[in-house]
């Protein structure tokens, strides 16, 4: 099964490599642009990984991340938090808010993978079936 994972992200190069990275690894994925469609859109999709871009703007990812571990319903969701690469003082705050791994911008692709991977296991089996 597809692995589901719901990417925030309002920089759409960022979020068309991120989609387009886990996609080619058999995640289903969606997408959100716009903050404050974050939660609801967690909520229906019950995603197995949220990837969370922490510059946001209405409401920061940090602020997300921290409504989500205190629900319940999502609080077991893996975040990946994607942090700016001059934000330093943003990992230590993904972190405390509750966020499960970060990577930080420009990502590298192969760590950008390796980390989704590590919180959510194999995305998909599509072309990665073996007989
Ligand atoms: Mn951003």
Known sequence: MAKKVLIVEDNELNLR??????????ADVRTVRDAREALPAIHSFLPQLVIMDIQLPHISGV???RLMKAD???DSIPVMAVTAYAGKGDEGRAR?????AYVSKPISVSRFVAAVESLAGSLGDGFKRAG
């Open 72 to 74: 319940p319903s999502l």
């Open 17 to 26: 490599l991120f989609r387009d990275l886990l996609e080619a690894h058999g």
């Open 63 to 65: 602020e997300l991340i």
């Open 96 to 100: 405390q808010a509750g966020a499960d």
